[in-house]
């Protein structure tokens, strides 16, 4: 489990393919910290890790078909950046929200616009997430906690909506150098997904 507060930006270094895609990451995280079968979200993805460096600041992860379906196809490209988050710790303060690591959707970047000293990120995203994207509600965009702004129609009939990226996140994530077209892996606050449930068990 996790909070959508990015505590680092890794970059692949190496993609192999085994049973499952072996991906290499290279982060400032400590080494010695990082335990075999810990998990950290990368970008979203809640994985677990595989291998580590003894000296050099890397770690491995297995990403799984499933996972390659379901989440930004160059998030598993050798130089991509990756928003990074350890997972949370009983008494860890909880800085953003109650975050899986379990994508959703992937969602497209169709804007970013300065807006004051911040950036105004414009997604779309497919019908499927629609329900449970509201204004001031929470989502976790690339494993990121943000806070919805304004949410519309997309022209194809999905949904489209924005966020704001404070110079902070802006500095300490990869959305300091978004660009249209960027996909961006969708996780909707999981409170929406239970309330949708107990909607279907009730009314079935």
């Avoid at 950290?40 to 390659?68: H, M, P, Q, Y």
Wanted: contains cysteine.
């Amino acid at each position: 489990m996790f909070t959508g507060i990015i505590t680092d930006i890794g970059t692949v270094t190496k993609v192999e393919q085994r049973a499952d895609l072996r991906v290499t990451i290279e982060s400032d995280y400590d080494p010695a910290s990082i335990a075999i079968g810990a998990s950290i979200s990368c970008s979203g993805v809640c994985l677990t890790v595989v291998d580590k460096g003894s000296n050099a600041r890397w770690f491995a992860v297995d990403v799984s078909a499933e996972t390659l379906r379901h989440s930004a196809a160059a998030s598993w490209a050798v130089g991509a950046r990756l928003n990074l988050e350890r997972a949370l710790k009983v008494g860890d303060e909880l800085g953003g929200h109650i975050v899986t690591g379990h994508v959703d959707s992937v969602g497209r970047i169709v804007g970013v616009d300065p807006e004051g000293g911040s950036l105004k990120i414009v997604v779309e995203a497919p019908a499927a997430v629609a329900p449970f994207i509201a204004a001031k509600g929470s989502t976790a965009l690339g494993g990121v906690s943000l806070t919805v702004n304004g949410v519309g129609p997309a022209p194809d009939g999905g949904v489209r909506f924005d966020v704001n990226i404070i110079p902070h996140t802006a500095e300490w994530t990869t959305f300091g150098k978004a660009a249209v077209g960027d996909e961006v892996n969708i996780e909707i606050d999981v409170l929406a997904r239970y309330l949708s449930r107990m909607r279907d068990v009730l009314t079935s």
